[in-house]
Each structure stands twice: as structure tokens, then as C-alpha cells.
């Protein structure tokens, strides 16, 4: 079966620290990973990742997949308030549908 | 720009009793999914189609019907709503080649209580 777990399931920081969200997987016919954000209405996408070792970077998130060894980070530098949201892993196993499998999501809140 | 509506964003149902979930993309997007979003599970599929006239079950199918009439809307139907449908049910939609790559393009969200 399919599968996608991420990990912490919920992080407390305060500005200024760097964070780190984990996702692993098992999937067939692995395709690609993407990282949503969401805060309280509907998912926003980030990242899409398809190969290992390269970093994809957006101000200052950045995402990296080991397809090795089955997982993925995204990493946030100098939180803020801001990027207070449930960060979702979720990996295209099928190119045939467009279908993701999602995981429980990370719960992260920065406090001032 | 209105991308991908649903409609309604909240309802209160009793145990039982029928609804429908609307959703309409003005993207033209080929795939629409319907998910569920419960606290500490993540998004679940529930339904999806990759063409109008289509649909296929997801993840968690039971208890819900859909409809792909129209290439812009994809339905989604309870027909005797149960507790455990209490949920936040989100619509997604891509374009096929997307469908590679997975980018999906979300609603905001329709929060379901059944009492």
C-alpha cells in the first residue's frame, strides 16, 4: 500500500529559528514530490521535486529529495510568524490519473 | 480569475439526510479530485475524473457518489450523510500533462458537520 509519512506531526519554534519538516514514502512508480503549505483555507503549492540530490529554493524555503533513500526535507530559515501553516507532503505514484497521496501534514507554529 | 469554487463552504446536516458539494473550475482543466481533510490524517481521495463522463474511486469512496457532467464541474453527493462525514472536503483540478508533475490547483474548502 501506498504511503506517506511525515514527521514532527507538530513543531513549536520562535521567530528567527530554522526548522526542518520531514516526509518519507512508498510509493510505486514514483513521479514526483511536492511540498504544500496551508494556512487556513485551501493548500498552496511550494515545491515540486523529481530528482535526487537537487535543491529547489524560494526565498527562505528550501526542499530536497533523496529517492535513495526514500524521503524529502523542507527547510525554513529565519521563521516568521508568517510561515505559521500545516506544511503537506504528498508524492504522484501514477501519471496516468494526477493522483496524490498525501501525508498527515506538520503543524508548525512560530511564535514572536 | 476565479479557478476552482466550491459551493456551499459550510453546512450542518442531521444524520441521514442528503447533500450536494459543487464544484467548478474555469481553468479547463481536464483531472478534478474531490478529498476529505480530517485533523491529523491529511488529504484522503475520495473521488476523481480525468474527463468528463468519467469518475473512478479513490482512497475512501464509500458513502459518496460523483458526477462529471460538464467538463468545468465535478459533483460530489451524500445520500444518507453519517457522523463520520463530518469533515473539510476540498476540490482539486489539473491539467493532464500536469498530471504528470502533480500540481493540483485547490478550492477553499467546504466544512461539513452531521449531527
Known amino acids: 500500500e501506498d504511503k506517506v509519512v511525515q514527521s514532527p506531526l507538530s513543531l513549536v519554534v520562535h521567530e528567527g529559528d530554522t526548522v526542518t519538516l520531514n516526509c518519507s514514502y512508498e510509493v510505486t512508480n514514483f513521479r514526483s514530490l511536492l511540498w504544500y503549505k496551508q494556512e487556513k483555507k485551501a493548500p498552496t503549492f511550494l515545491f515540486m521535486l523529481?530528482?535526487?540530490?537537487i535543491e529547489k529554493k524560494s526565498g527562505r524555503l528550501s526542499s530536497i529529495l533523496d529517492k535513495k533513500e526514500l524521503f524529502s526535507i523542507l527547510n525554513i530559515t529565519a521563521t516568521q510568524t508568517g510561515d505559521s501553516a500545516v506544511y503537506l507532503c504528498a508524492v504522484l505514484g501514477s501519471s496516468n490519473t494526477g493522483k496524490l497521496i498525501f501525508g498527515q501534514g506538520t503543524t508548525l507554529q512560530v511564535k514572536p | 480569475n476565479a479557478g476552482v469554487t466550491q459551493t456551499p463552504k459550510f453546512r450542518v446536516l442531521k444524520t441521514g439526510q442528503s447533500m450536494t458539494l459543487l464544484c467548478a473550475q474555469d481553468m479547463n482543466h481536464e483531472y478534478m479530485y474531490w478529498y476529505r481533510q480530517d485533523p491529523g490524517m491529511g488529504l484522503r481521495l475520495i473521488h476523481y475524473s480525468v474527463g468528463e463522463g468519467t469518475t473512478a474511486k479513490g482512497e475512501v469512496p464509500d458513502g459518496y457518489n460523483v458526477s462529471r457532467l460538464k467538463k468545468q464541474n465535478f459533483l460530489l453527493g451524500l445520500e444518507s450523510a453519517a457522523p463520520s462525514q463530518t469533515s473539510v472536503y476540498f476540490c482539486?483540478?489539473?491539467?493532464?500533462?500536469?498530471?504528470?508533475?502533480?500540481?493540483?490547483?485547490f478550492g477553499e474548502g467546504s466544512r461539513l458537520t452531521v449531527l
Open positions: 482539486a483540478s489539473s491539467y493532464p500533462w500536469t498530471g504528470v508533475t502533480g500540481e493540483l490547483f
Open positions: 523529481t530528482s535526487s540530490g
